[in-house]
């Protein structure tokens, strides 16, 4: 079974640049994350889709960071202007339902992660 | 407000000893707890995950996990530590109300280190 894809792997950027990263998920996978990871801290979550619909973008700088998923499959993560406290390593995963939403207690369906886009911002 | 502790940065084994890697959470009701590991350039690997029923949890790569709810402690073990084994160990727990309701709250994460 294919992983979780994200392009690309790495990224160095200039301050007040653009980048976008992008992910596609595990086929058949309702649910799509992005996190954000910096060094030294665990994963933070940016943003979750189901399907094409935004569920949580309350931690997302919308100001500067915005996302998509126009068809309910593959992502974009876009960052502009960029700073330089948007080093990181962003990480997409995918769900098969989104958890909360599998059903009650004792049903949880995991998140699988892809390999991450390190963003060096200089 | 609802969270994850990891109090050691870095946890140092002898290769064939056992392993704790530590995990404390704070959420009302009851929790879902998971361990996810890390490799370099990789992303995070589903270990195991606490749901309901057993207090102790067997998961991959012979790893389990005990829950203990008067600690609220959710401590990773494995009996006999592989040098394979060194990567960066993150304990979560699923966010039970507010925004991120169903979504996972990570801690910082442990940098195990396995010496030969």
């Known amino acids: 079974e294919a992983g979780v894809a994200q392009s690309p792997r790495y990224k160095i950027i200039e301050k007040r640049q653009s980048v976008a990263f992008w992910c596609n998920p595990i086929s058949g996978h309702a649910t799509l994350y992005w996190y954000q990871q910096i060094l030294g801290q665990g994963p933070k979550l940016l943003i979750q889709?189901?399907?094409?619909?935004?569920?949580?973008d309350s931690q997302l700088p919308k100001d500067r960071f915005s996302a998509e998923r126009l068809k309910g499959v593959d992502s974009t993560l876009k960052i502009q202007p960029a700073k330089l406290e948007d080093s990181a390593v962003y990480l997409c995963?995918?769900?098969?339902?989104?958890?909360?939403?599998?059903?009650?207690?004792?049903?949880?369906?995991?998140?699988?992660f892809g390999p991450g886009t390190r963003l060096t911002v200089l | 407000a609802q969270s994850v502790a990891q109090p050691e940065d870095q946890v140092n084994v002898a290769e064939g000893n056992p392993l704790t890697v530590k995990c404390t959470y704070s959420?009302?009701?009851?929790?879902?707890l998971f361990w996810y590991v890390q490799y370099p350039n990789r992303g995070l690997q589903f270990l195991l995950k606490y749901i309901t029923g057993d207090n102790l949890v067997k998961g991959s790569y012979g790893f389990e996990a005990e829950f203990n709810k008067s600690q609220t402690s959710f401590h990773l073990k494995k009996p006999s530590a592989l040098v394979s084994d060194s990567a960066l160990y993150f304990c979560a727990v699923r966010a039970l109300y507010g925004g991120s309701q169903g979504n996972l709250i990570f801690g910082k994460g442990t940098k195990l280190s396995v010496k030969p």
């Open positions: 959420v009302s009701g009851n929790p879902y």
């Open positions: 889709f189901q399907n094409n619909g935004v569920v949580d």
């Open positions: 995963a995918s769900s098969l339902v989104a958890a909360g939403l599998a059903g009650g207690p004792g049903l949880y369906n995991e998140q699988f």
